[in-house]
C-alpha cells in the first residue's frame, strides 16, 4: 500500500509538472547543485552586499522542496481555508450577490496578487524565515520578522480550537441519527429540553452540548474535558505533520490541498440536485449593483483578499524560503492567487446551493404549520388550504371571523422565502449551524456529515501547517537554538505550549475568549506588516536593486504592473485600510460581544468588561510595538557598538 502511494504521488508530480511548465530553469547567474545555498557568481553583483558567511553556510544544510509542484500545493493548502467557506459567501449575501465580483477581483489585481508575490520573493531570495529575512533587508527591520511570529502564534494559540470542535462534529457524525438532529428529553423524559425547544435543535448541540457556553465572559467555567481531548488531537496531527519540516509537510499539503476539492464537487452535485437550491443560486447570481457606492462593499473585498491569502504572518515568506533560488515565483503568485479566488466562488456555489435547500426547507415548514394552525382553528376541510391560496384564505378568514382571526393572529408567522435568503450568517455559526442543520435534512445524512467535517479538518490543519511554519522557520534559522536542540524537539515545544495555552479556549467562557483573538490578534497588526514589508522592499532595500535581484532568479526583468502596484497602489490601499480599521474601533465606542442567554435561547449584546478590553489592547500593542521596538533596540546596539570602539581607539 505505501509502494502504490508513493508511485501515486510521483506520478502526481511529475503529470503537474509537466501541465504547469514548472521545471526549474538552469539560471547561469547562480551555480551549486540542489541542496546548496547559490549565491551570485561573483560574490557581489551591483554593489548589493551578499549574504554573510554564517548565513551562506546555514544555506548549506537548508532544506529545499521535492519539486516546485510541492510548493504550490503548500501554498494552495495555506491560503485556501476556512475563510473562503464561511467568510466569502456571507461578503456576497451582505454586498450585493454577484455584485461583490466586481469590487473583489479589482482588489485582487491591485492588493492580492502584488502582495503576495512581494513576499514570495523576498522568502526565495533571502532564503531565511520572516525574521532573518527582513533583517537582511535591513537590521533595523528585525521587528517587522518578530511582529510576524508573535501574530502568527496567536493564531496558532486559537485557530486549532477549530480543528477541535470539527473532530468532535466528525466523531458525533457516525451516530444515527445525528445527535443535532433533534432536540434531547429532558431529565423527567417527559418532554423535550427547555432551551432547545425555545432554540433549535442544532444551536442547542453546538452552544450547549458543545461549547457548554457560559451566559457571560465574567463567568468563566470550568474546561470541558471533551473539547480539551480534542484539542489535544488537533495539535498532536499538527505536530506529527511538521515533524520533520518540509519532509514530511511536503507529503501531508497533497491530502490537505486537494481532497477538499473532492468534498467540494460531491456537495455540488448533491447541492444542485436539492429541492430548492436554485433559489440559492439565483439570490448568490442576481447583482445588486447598488451596492457597488457603498463602501463598506470595497472595504470588505479588500479585506477579503488581504487575510485569505495569508498575507504578513510570514508563512508565505517561510515557504518560498525553501524554494530553489531560480525558482519562478511571479508564476506561482498569479497561480495560487487565483486558484485561492476561484476556489472562494466555487465554495460559494456549494453554499448557496445548499442554503437555497435549508431556506427553502425551512420556508416550506412555515407554511405548513401556518395551514395547520388554520385548518385546526377554523375546522376547515383538508386539502382546502395550500400554499398558493393561503394569503387569499387568510384574508377570507380575517374577514368572515375577525375575533377568531385576532386571537390566533400572534402564532400566526409571516412565512417568507426572501426573509430566509437574507439572513446572513458567518463564520462558526455557518460552520458549525447552518451546514449542521442542512446536513441533518439530508438523505444518507450521515455520510455528507463525515464528508463535509473532514473538509473542515483538511482546511484547518492546511493553514495551521503555514501557521506553524511562520513560527518554527525563524526558531530553526537561528543558529543559537537549532545548534543545541533538534528540528523535533523545537516543533514539539511550540505545539506543547500552543496546547496549554489553547485551554483556555476550551472553557464555558472560552468562545468569547476565541471572538476575541479572532477579531483583534490580527487585523491592525498584519496591515501594519505587510505596509511596513512594501515600504521596505520598494524605499529602503530599492526597488531596481529588488528589481535586479527578480531578474537574476527568474530570467527576465520585472513587468511594470508590479513595480507600479508595489511602489504606489497597494501601498495606498492599506493605509486606507489601517484609517478605516482604526476611525471603526474609535467610533464603535465600547466594544461589544454576543454572548448567549439560555432562558431566551438567543444571542444578546453585552459590553466586554475592563479586563477583556486590556486584553484587547495587549493584543494589538504587543505585535505592532514589535516594529518600532526593534528598530529601536539595534539603534541603540549600534550606537553602543560605535561608542565602545571610539572608546578603544
Known amino acids: 500500500m505505501c509502494l502504490l502511494i508513493r508511485l501515486v504521488i510521483k506520478k502526481l508530480d511529475r503529470n503537474w509538472?509537466?501541465?504547469?511548465?514548472?521545471?526549474?530553469?538552469?539560471?547561469?547567474?547562480?551555480?551549486?547543485?540542489?541542496?546548496?545555498?547559490?549565491?551570485?557568481?561573483?560574490?557581489?553583483?551591483?554593489?548589493?552586499?551578499?549574504?554573510?558567511?554564517?548565513?551562506?553556510?546555514?544555506?548549506?544544510?537548508?532544506?529545499?522542496?521535492?519539486?516546485?509542484?510541492?510548493?504550490?500545493?503548500?501554498?494552495?493548502?495555506?491560503?485556501?481555508?476556512?475563510?473562503?467557506?464561511?467568510?466569502?459567501?456571507?461578503?456576497?449575501?451582505?454586498?450585493?450577490?454577484?455584485?461583490?465580483?466586481?469590487?473583489?477581483?479589482?482588489?485582487?489585481?491591485?492588493?492580492?496578487m502584488p502582495l503576495l508575490y512581494l513576499e514570495l520573493a523576498v522568502g526565495q531570495r533571502m532564503r531565511q524565515g520572516s525574521i532573518g529575512a527582513w533583517k537582511i533587508i535591513s537590521p533595523y527591520l528585525c521587528g517587522v520578522g518578530v511582529a510576524s511570529v508573535v501574530v502568527s502564534f496567536f493564531l496558532s494559540m486559537y485557530y486549532n480550537v477549530i480543528n477541535a470542535w470539527a473532530f468532535w462534529y466528525l466523531f458525533h457524525s457516525f451516530q444515527d441519527p445525528l445527535p443535532w438532529a433533534t432536540c434531547p428529553l429532558n431529565s423527567n423524559r417527559t418532554g423535550y429540553e427547555e432551551e432547545c425547544e425555545k432554540t433549535s435543535s442544532t444551536q442547542y448541540f453546538w452552544y450547549r452540548q458543545t461549547l457548554n457556553i457560559s451566559p457571560s465572559l465574567e463567568t468563566s467555567g470550568a474546561v470541558q474535558w471533551e473539547q480539551a481531548l480534542c484539542l489535544t488531537l488537533a495539535w498532536l496531527v499538527v505536530y506529527l505533520c511538521i515533524l520533520r519540516g518540509t519532509e514530511s509537510t511536503g507529503k501531508v499539503v497533497y491530502v490537505t490541498a486537494s481532497l477538499p476539492y473532492c468534498v467540494l464537487i460531491i456537495y455540488l452535485i448533491r447541492g444542485l440536485t436539492l429541492h430548492g437550491a436554485v433559489n440559492g443560486l439565483i439570490y448568490m447570481f442576481t447583482p445588486k449593483l447598488e451596492q457597488l457606492s457603498n463602501p463598506k462593499a470595497w472595504i470588505s473585498a479588500a479585506t477579503q483578499i488581504f487575510f485569505s491569502l495569508g498575507l504578513g504572518f510570514g508563512s508565505l515568506i517561510a515557504f518560498a524560503s525553501y524554494n530553489e533560488?531560480?525558482?519562478?515565483?511571479?508564476?506561482?503568485?498569479?497561480?495560487?492567487?487565483?486558484?485561492?479566488?476561484?476556489?472562494?466562488?466555487?465554495?460559494?456555489?456549494?453554499?448557496?446551493?445548499?442554503?437555497?435547500?435549508?431556506?427553502?426547507?425551512?420556508?416550506?415548514?412555515?407554511?405548513?404549520?401556518?395551514?395547520?394552525?388554520?385548518?385546526?382553528?377554523?375546522?376547515?376541510?383538508?386539502?382546502?388550504?395550500?400554499?398558493?391560496?393561503?394569503?387569499?384564505?387568510?384574508?377570507y378568514l380575517m374577514a368572515t371571523h375577525p375575533q377568531e382571526y385576532a386571537q390566533l393572529l400572534p402564532q400566526l408567522k409571516n412565512c417568507s422565502l426572501e426573509a430566509e435568503l437574507d439572513t446572513a450568517v458567518q463564520g462558526t455559526g455557518l460552520a458549525f449551524i447552518v451546514y449542521s442543520e442542512a446536513i441533518k435534512n439530508m438523505e444518507v445524512s450521515q455520510l455528507y456529515s463525515v464528508l463535509y467535517f473532514v473538509m473542515l479538518l483538511m482546511l484547518g490543519i492546511g493553514s495551521m501547517l503555514g501557521n506553524t511554519a511562520a513560527i518554527l522557520t525563524p526558531l530553526t534559522d537561528s543558529k543559537l537554538i537549532a545548534s543545541r536542540f533538534p528540528k523535533e524537539v523545537i516543533s514539539g515545544v511550540v505545539c506543547f505550549v500552543n496546547c496549554i495555552i489553547g485551554l483556555i479556549f476550551t472553557m464555558e467562557a472560552g468562545n468569547y475568549w476565541f471572538d476575541i483573538f479572532n477579531d483583534y490578534a490580527a487585523t491592525l497588526?498584519?496591515?501594519?506588516?505587510?505596509l511596513v514589508e512594501t515600504i521596505a522592499v520598494c524605499y529602503?532595500?530599492?526597488?531596481?536593486?529588488?528589481?535586479?535581484?527578480?531578474?537574476?532568479?527568474?530570467?527576465?526583468?520585472?513587468?511594470?504592473?508590479?513595480?507600479?502596484?508595489?511602489?504606489?497602489?497597494?501601498?495606498?490601499?492599506?493605509?486606507?485600510?489601517?484609517i478605516f480599521y482604526l476611525t471603526d474601533y474609535i467610533l464603535t465606542g465600547t466594544l461589544q460581544y454576543q454572548a448567549w442567554d439560555a432562558t431566551q435561547g438567543q444571542l444578546v449584546t453585552k459590553d466586554y468588561p475592563g479586563y477583556a478590553l486590556a486584553v484587547i489592547g495587549l493584543l494589538v500593542a504587543s505585535s505592532t510595538m514589535c516594529i518600532p521596538l526593534g528598530a529601536l533596540v539595534t539603534f541603540v546596539r549600534?550606537?553602543?557598538k560605535r561608542e565602545r570602539v571610539s572608546t578603544v581607539a
Not at 473562503?84 to 466586481?102: D, E, H, K, T
Not at 492567487?337 to 476561484?342: F, G, H, K, M, V
Not at 497588526?525 to 505587510?530: G, K, M, R
Open 325 to 395: 533560488p531560480s525558482n519562478n515565483c511571479e508564476r506561482h503568485a498569479i497561480i495560487v492567487s487565483l486558484i485561492n479566488s476561484a476556489t472562494s466562488i466555487f465554495a460559494s456555489i456549494v453554499t448557496f446551493s445548499i442554503y437555497g435547500f435549508k431556506a427553502t426547507f425551512n420556508y416550506e415548514s412555515c407554511i405548513n404549520r401556518v395551514i395547520l394552525l388554520l385548518l385546526n382553528a377554523f375546522d376547515l376541510e383538508e386539502g382546502s388550504l395550500t400554499a398558493d391560496n393561503l394569503n387569499e384564505m387568510k384574508d
Open 540 to 578: 529602503i532595500y530599492g526597488l531596481r536593486r529588488f528589481e535586479k535581484d527578480l531578474h537574476t532568479m527568474i530570467g527576465r526583468k520585472l513587468n511594470w504592473y508590479w513595480k507600479v502596484m508595489w511602489a504606489f497602489a497597494s501601498p495606498l490601499l492599506i493605509i486606507s485600510l489601517f
Open 525 to 530: 497588526s498584519l496591515l501594519l506588516i505587510v
Open 638 to 640: 549600534k550606537r553602543l
Open 17 to 112: 509538472q509537466a501541465c504547469l511548465h514548472l521545471s526549474l530553469p538552469s539560471e547561469p547567474g547562480w551555480r551549486g547543485g540542489r541542496g546548496a545555498g547559490r549565491a551570485p557568481a561573483g560574490g557581489r553583483q551591483d554593489g548589493a552586499a551578499a549574504v554573510s558567511a554564517r548565513q551562506q553556510e546555514m544555506e548549506k544544510s537548508r532544506p529545499l522542496w521535492d519539486n516546485p509542484v510541492q510548493f504550490v500545493f503548500a501554498c494552495i493548502s495555506y491560503a485556501v481555508g476556512l475563510g473562503n467557506v464561511w467568510r466569502f459567501p456571507y461578503l456576497c449575501q451582505m454586498y450585493g450577490g454577484g455584485g461583490f465580483l466586481i469590487p473583489y477581483f479589482i482588489m485582487l489585481i491591485v492588493e492580492g
